[in-house]
């Protein structure tokens, strides 16, 4: 019998840092993306714009199987790390789109979605998360 391997999604890489360098320089899989936003329960037009790409755009790629250039790729990389975060920390999709679209006082009541637009925010929403996770942050 034939075993069938198949590639992990980009998803499942998102914390092994050389897997993703590899996948965000060669252009990070739309339907890796699709795969996502599903699982987390973002629409279309709301991780085209947490991507900073415009909506059109993106349905384009997403109907054409293509990849995100580099810049794409990285605020998805960065979306996908700090989801991942978060559901280890709250257990379920549901609670971690509920953190994540909450303003918080520790981020000058931004959502983490929001403020984690940037690198230094994404570091500093992970931050936040592991002084929750340690209860250092009420």
Known sequence: MKTIRTRPTTYEQVHDNHAMVQ????GLPVKDVVKFSRQAGFTNDELAKLINIPARTYARRVAGRGRLKLHEGERA???MRLFDRARRLFGTEENVRQWL???LPALGW???VDFGQTEPG?????NLLGRIEHGVYS
């Open 101 to 103: 679209h909450t303003e």
């Open 122 to 126: 994404a570091r500093e929403v992970e």
């Open 77 to 79: 990389a960065r979306l």
């Open 110 to 112: 931004r959502t983490p």
């Open 23 to 26: 996948r965000v320089e060669e």
